[in-house]
């Protein structure tokens, strides 16, 4: 099985929720997961930001629901770190 | 996160906590500032019956509270919408679905409460000395009296509060506002007639 360890968004927000409530929602989707967020640009009504999620297994689907979910739109996928194991059942 | 604290979340993300607080104040202001108008008006009149002054301060208060909920309502709905319509066109994407949709359908409805509620409860506090009068308990002073403390103490209270807000001297504050409560009882005393 393939598991998404790693992965770097490319995100457009409105200003509010603040950095801080934004990274909180992202993290609260998994368990496990650990986001660093990174204001690049801030214009009038939006902020450009880089997202960083590391975790165990990171549900890009849950995270992307999470951004949309806080009016924020997921422009790319700029990095990607993905691990192969073996599932013990 | 607990009701309020969505609540809190909800007027914070549409920027209108302060929206809020203004209402607040300007409508409290106007139910405290009604309620003594009308009792200082039934003081100078011939004596009426309480239950006749309760029905018509009740009824004064019911319609400053509908009028708070309906007239805030109707104009925050339009300011919420144009707003998203602003966020939108700068985001680029349809947010009704996100948390400043659901933000600009649910913020004007705590606005209209907020602005609906104040001045219907700081009339029916205005008004317990009457109601309690009426049902039978023995007041030291008049209830009418009673009644007009209650709303310059209000109207006192409501001062401190904008001052602690503006973080100046709240006694100063207080005084302020309640100066515009005994300006407002002396002219009903010097143009209604007695």
Known sequence: MVYVKRIVLDVLKPHQPNALEFSQAIAEVGVDYRVRLTVLEVDENTETLRVEVEGGAIDFEAIQSAISGMGGSLHSIDEVEVQSETDVD | ?194
């Not at chain 2, 993300?13 to 108008?37: E, K, Q, S």
């Not at chain 2, 606005?111 to 309690?132: C, E, H, Y």
């Open chain 2, 1 to 194: 996160m607990s009701l309020l604290n969505q609540a809190r979340f909800l007027l914070r993300i549409t920027g209108t906590h302060d929206i809020v607080r203004r209402y607040f104040v300007v409508n409290g202001f106007d139910g405290a500032l009604t309620m003594l108008g009308l009792i200082i008006g039934f003081h100078v009149s011939a004596h009426a019956d309480l239950s006749i002054i309760i029905n018509v301060c009740l009824g004064a208060a019911i319609a400053l509270g509908m009028s708070g909920v309906s007239s805030a309502y109707v104009s925050e709905v339009a300011e919420r919408k144009r707003a998203l319509r602003k966020l939108e066109e700068a985001m680029i994407s349809d947010l009704n679905k996100s948390t400043h949709g659901k933000a600009a359908r649910l913020a004007p409805l705590l606005i209209a409460l907020v602005n609906g509620l104040a001045p219907l409860i700081i009339s029916l506090l205005i008004l317990t000395p009457l109601w309690l009068s009426n049902t039978g308990v023995t007041l030291p002073v008049s209830p009418l009296y009673v009644a007009i403390m209650i709303a310059l103490l209000l109207i006192f209270l409501l001062g401190v509060f904008l001052g602690r807000i503006a973080d100046i001297s709240w006694l100063r504050s207080g005084i302020q506002t309640l100066l515009v409560a005994l300006v407002t009882a002396a002219l009903i005393y010097l143009f209604t007639v007695q």
